[in-house]
């Protein structure tokens, strides 16, 4: 079942978004079960959007490329729920 992942992101700059979206990028759009990204600032970091076909798809996305590239200090806030359906164009 597709899933809404949110990740609250306290600390995190639209320079050190932008270098991680810069980073993986390519590799997120051709990821096993991505949909959709989306993102945007929160007054107190960032807020990433994300829609995949399922939660081990994002949870394997996110321990292969997301963790390992984090900054020091950085530590994502990660949820997820179950959508009820998804429209693609």
Known sequence: ???LVTAEVK????QGY????AALGEVLKHSPGFILHAAHPTA????????WDS???????????VAPNLPPGIRPKRSVQELH???KA
């Open 1 to 3: 079942m597709a899933v």
């Open 11 to 14: 600390g995190q700059t639209e």
């Open 18 to 21: 932008a270098g991680m979206l």
């Open 44 to 51: 107190d970091g960032w807020r990433i959007i994300e829609v």
């Open 55 to 65: 939660k081990q798809d994002s949870d394997r996305f996110f321990a292969q490329n």
């Open 85 to 87: 359906g998804v429209l």
